[in-house]
């Protein structure tokens, strides 16, 4: 309650007191030990002085109280009844004492451990239990006689304890529809402030903190019922109106519909640079994308992966969701990029949901570009600059039917109407089922087209690979001389059969030697103008040599725990968690032809 429905209380309950005082001994006050005991538990309570668990030095002084009273009392019928309560008050006078001498000690030893009894033992000797106490024993022996009058004040003071122990506030509030009163408990970071009312909804609703002039935004981020209240933490949107709050001490909470409202969470500790953690106050997926509000842009999180914690508010502790997002950036429409941003953000700054921001999917693609897709679940576009991909090698990684082969599909008919194209393949698919050109020499010649070299089952792959490879690289390291160059573009298949990884092969195996081989030329033959695209289903299985030269990658759903720490290593930590949970047609996509500073997991175009 707040300070002035605590002291109507405290008004009402003497009142009580006084009158029927009055009405038993003609006088509204009186120099009577029960009378004294009666203003005592009034003043001191948690209403008023006292908190809600007493500490050791109130008890302390309590206790003493207690003793001068006994004292002074007349002791005449209730003889047995003040004996006992003087023991009992020695007692709770040692105890406290115990907790305050020996509980100031921060190392752990037996001493603070008995102080820490003492000092729960000390709680349960409240104000209201001692000055009880007092006032029957002494109501006993100033009417011993037990008549009406000793039941008038007996009733009275039943009434009065009654009614300070009703929050008759959360009553008025509930019954009139009026805000809900709280008390501020304290502050956890800049803006998220700890409360604790009889009544507060459940974390991810949007309330109002009222008081006075004052009103500000805020959202439940957790809650923890106890026996008597309820204590919570609410972020607050206006950090100065947080810290006012603060000072109030009092505020009232006021649900309200959410409308446009995006909050979800805010900042918590242990978020950096390149990752958010925050507690989720509704339900995502792995893979969603929040904002985190920074300068006037909004940096864009994508979520890797969530559990379950303990969280405490104020000494309890309930389950929650933290999550975890790695960094995405700073969408720039004037780039069509996503820009790292460089800075961790603000404790306590508000998590918001990126549904309903501005769609920006059909803004024109930037130039010598070409679109992958969308941000998993938005509307915000990544693209692949066609040429940062010739200058370089791209990989496209992943499980079966997942969607590789359509995405190399795309890039086929994307770059064979820019560049020469040849495609390496075991298989058949490209030239029976996607009906390409088949492969002739005097394709390498051309400057533009597609056309799909077979290798046939019974030649050993690598070999193959390579032969072209250096074929590919006389012809073109000439054009390079002679100031001609032609771009071009080997696409292979089944990677892991034209490059396999030397180490998963016998000494002397056929298309060992030549799979490292084909691995260190790549390092070579981009400055003649020669661009690799490598398509597998494991990592683990295609040659380093060659892997390692792909700083494009393409990474769809993965499993193999060895294709996993490869793909961490280059993809940061937030891919491991991710890539075992992406959907068909989701991928995670990095390096310097891809349009974000960072890895992003995005949903592919499908046309």
């Not at 995405?328 to 404790?347: A, D």
């Not at 060992?512 to 661009?531: E, S």
């Not at 890895?599 to 499908?606: A, R």
Request: charged share 15%.
């Amino acid at each position: 309650m707040t300070i002035r429905w605590r002291l109507s209380v405290f008004f009402l309950q003497a009142f009580l007191l006084l009158t029927a005082t009055k009405f038993v001994t003609g006088e509204w006050l009186v120099n009577e030990i029960w009378f004294i005991s009666g203003l005592l538990a009034l003043v001191i309570n948690p209403q008023l002085l006292e908190p809600f668990y007493p500490r050791p030095i109130d008890v302390l002084v309590n206790s003493l109280v207690g003793l001068l009273l006994y004292y002074f009392a007349g002791k005449t019928v209730a003889g047995f009844g003040w004996t006992s309560f003087a023991i009992l008050c020695l007692i709770t006078t040692i105890i406290s004492l115990v907790a305050i001498i020996w509980g100031r000690k921060r190392e752990v030893s037996n001493t603070s451990q008995i102080a820490r009894a003492c000092t729960i033992l000390s709680r349960y000797a409240t104000s209201l239990v001692i000055y009880s106490t007092v006032f029957w024993l002494a109501l006993i022996d100033f009417r011993p006689t037990l008549d009406n009058l000793f039941w008038t004040l007996g009733l009275t003071w039943a009434i009065v304890v009654t009614i300070g122990s009703i929050n008759w506030q959360s009553i008025w509030s509930t019954m009139s529809g009026q805000p809900l009163p709280c008390k501020v408990e304290g502050m956890v970071g800049p803006s998220v402030l700890m409360i604790s009312s009889s009544q507060i909804p459940a974390p991810g609703t949007y309330v109002s903190l009222i008081e006075s002039n004052l009103s500000t935004d805020a959202i439940v981020l957790a809650r923890i019922h106890r026996s008597s209240d309820i204590w919570a933490q609410v972020h607050v949107q206006d950090q100065p109106a947080a810290q006012k709050i603060l000072r109030l001490g009092f505020v009232s909470l006021k649900v309200k519909d959410s409308g446009t409202n995006r909050l979800i969470g805010s900042v918590q500790h242990d978020s950096t640079v390149t990752n958010l953690r925050f507690l989720a106050t509704r339900d995502h997926q792995i893979g969603d994308v929040v904002a985190v509000p920074a300068q006037g842009d909004e940096v864009l999180y994508q979520i890797s992966s969530a559990k379950i914690i303990s969280s405490n508010v104020k000494g309890g502790s309930h389950l929650v969701v933290e999550t975890n997002a790695t960094q995405l950036g700073i969408f720039r429409k004037n780039e069509m990029r996503m820009r790292r941003y460089r800075w961790v953000p603000s404790p306590g700054a508000p998590v918001l949901n990126i549904t309903g921001a501005e769609p920006i999917a059909e803004l024109p693609n930037p130039n010598a570009s070409v679109r992958l897709g969308c941000l998993i679940g938005t509307k915000v576009p990544v693209f692949l600059n066609i040429d940062s991909l010739r200058e370089g090698h791209l990989a496209i990684l992943g499980m079966t039917r997942m969607g590789k082969t359509t995405l190399a599909a795309r890039f086929i008919n994307v770059l064979g109407a820019l560049y020469r194209v040849t495609v390496l393949d075991q298989t058949g698919e490209y030239v029976s089922k996607r009906g390409y050109t088949p492969y002739n020499q005097a394709d390498d010649t051309r400057q533009t087209g597609v056309s799909v070299l077979e290798v046939p089952r019974r030649a050993v792959a690598a070999d193959e690979a390579l032969k072209y490879l250096e074929r590919l690289m006389t012809i073109a390291e000439g054009e390079y001389r002679a100031g001609t160059p032609t771009q071009r573009v080997i696409l292979i298949d089944e990677a892991h059969q034209f490059i396999p990884e030397p180490a998963g092969l016998g000494f002397g195996a056929p298309g060992r030697d030549n799979a490292y081989k084909f691995g260190v030329l790549m390092m070579q033959v981009r400055k003649f103008g020669i661009c690799v695209i490598l398509i597998s289903q494991r990592t683990a299985v295609v040659a380093k040599s060659a892997l390692s030269q792909c700083e494009n990658l393409i990474a769809f759903k993965s499993v193999d725990q060895t294709g996993l720490e490869y793909l961490e290593q280059v993809l940061g930590e937030g891919a491991r968690p991710l890539l075992p949970l992406l959907n068909q047609g989701e991928a995670l996509a990095f390096g310097p032809a891809i349009s974000a500073d960072s890895t992003v997991g995005i949903t592919i175009d499908q046309n």
